[in-house]
């Protein structure tokens, strides 16, 4: 990961620089904004989810042709694909400021793959493909919500060319989010075994049944 976001740095990319793994604890700098829980107000417009959908796609093309050393090991299977996926790229870990995307964290799941895995876990959560009223006004959506103007703005901002699938690709990717959360928690990791003990791999699963009912009603 450490060689990975000095490639990124190096590319002008707003990552955390990476300084030590000390003691079992690995120690990179922070990216000035908001971001966890403080980044449910920065995405509700249009402009900030455009904004989300282009810092990924800067992130994307600036590990094209990237050769990562040769006794890499990444956190989850993976199947090959022409860019490194940040594998997590929810509104959560964008750094904001001023409803501006400024930054990429939490890059512990990373690894190869193809484009849309990254775009369709990106648009569950930007859209979001979600429609319990409480979880909504938590994120702070009212009944001004327009989901299909959200999803158009963040495959926009990425420059996404062509058609798209988006409830299947949304859905499938939610079924690999999930087969690695078992994955990691069967070797021990945590949270992740934390959250396998607790059943939410069951939930989420479940879960998808939502995405479908969304897209549904949507078109998408």
Known sequence: MHALLRHLRGS???????????????????????????AWDHQLSHESVRSA???????????VGWEPPADVKWAVPFSPGDVICHGDPQP???????????????????????RLSDVAYALEWFTPFEDDPTELRTRG?????????????FLDGYGWDGPLDVVSAVTARQKTAIDEVVYLGGLGHQPQ??????????RWTAKL?????????LGV
């Open 92 to 114: 959560a870990n964008f750094a904001w400021r001023d409803g501006v995307a400024v930054g990429l964290f939490d890059w512990d799941v990373a690894r190869p793959g193809d």
């Open 53 to 63: 959908g282009q810092l990924l796609r800067r992130v994307h093309d600036a590990t």
């Open 193 to 202: 075994a934390e959250w396998v003990a607790a059943s939410w791999p069951d």
């Open 12 to 38: 002008g990319l707003p990552v955390p620089e990476p300084i030590n793994i000390r003691a079992g604890l690995e120690y990179v700098t922070l990216i000035p904004g908001e971001a966890g829980s403080d």
């Open 209 to 217: 049944a939502t995405t479908r009912r969304v897209g549904t009603k």
């Open 141 to 153: 959506f009212d009944e001004t919500l327009n989901r299909v103007a959200r999803i158009r703005a």
